[in-house]
Each structure stands twice: as C-alpha cells, then as structure tokens.
C-alpha cells in the first residue's frame, strides 16, 4: 500500500490524482490532503478519501466541521507538516507557484518519493531540488 499526500488536491492535477486513487484502493492509500482555499471542495474529498490529515492553506478560510479521522489545520505550517508527514511515502507536490518550494523542501527532507507537478519549484529552488 503507498501512502499518498496531494498537496493542491482541489486543483486540476489533484483531482485527477485522486481519480486514480479511487480505481485503486487496494494499492493507494490517501494520508493528506491540502487545498489553499476550497473548503467545501476539501471537505468533499476528505468525506471520500479519510485521509488522518487536512490542511486549508489560507488561515482566513473557516475550518469545515471535522469528523474523528481527519484532523483539521490551517497555514503555512500546516501545509509544511502535510509534505514532511512520517505516515507518507509520496507527495504529489501540485501546488500553485512558489508557494510549492518550501513544501517541495520538507518532502524531500523527510525523505520522502515526490511527484512534482510544480514547475516552480525546480525554477526557484534549482540546485536545493
């Protein structure tokens, strides 16, 4: 079973990664989920997936109701902690713009596969990636 974090899971590149997932339970299973501000799409997918962790990006955005398997976080620190999580295997990295290096960064630290479809962060990290 691979463990699968998908930062940007709201987007188009999310989206589809999930799509994938969902063909093949037996074989992936969804640890993360980050969004920048589509709460309601977030929690759509959270009902689906029950990954242990969802993060919203932008703090203004009011947190969905939680259940009792998925916790709920907001930030920057929050997205951080989604990319470096202990429970994951790969990161999808589909983050928009250079707000993908820095979680880009901890995936890689941690040690972790990535699936970069993050053009930015090879542009702005270079070497550091």
Do not use: C, Y
């Amino acid at each position: 079973m691979i463990r699968v974090a998908i930062l940007g899971s709201t987007g188009s590149i999310g989206q589809s990664a999930l799509e994938v997932i969902r063909r093949h339970p037996d074989q992936f299973q969804v640890t993360a989920l980050v969004a920048g501000r589509s709460g309601d799409a977030l929690a759509a997918q959270v009902a689906s997936f029950k990954p242990r962790l969802a993060v919203l990006a932008d703090e203004r955005v009011p947190l969905p109701v939680g259940d009792k398997v998925t916790n709920w976080a907001s930030g920057r620190g929050a997205v951080l902690a989604a990319a470096a999580d202990s429970e994951t295997d790969v990161v999808l990295n589909a983050l928009v713009g250079a707000a993908g290096l820095e979680p880009t960064l901890a995936a890689l630290e941690a040690g972790h596969r990535l699936a970069l479809a993050n053009k930015e962060s090879l542009v702005a990290g270079g070497e550091l990636v």
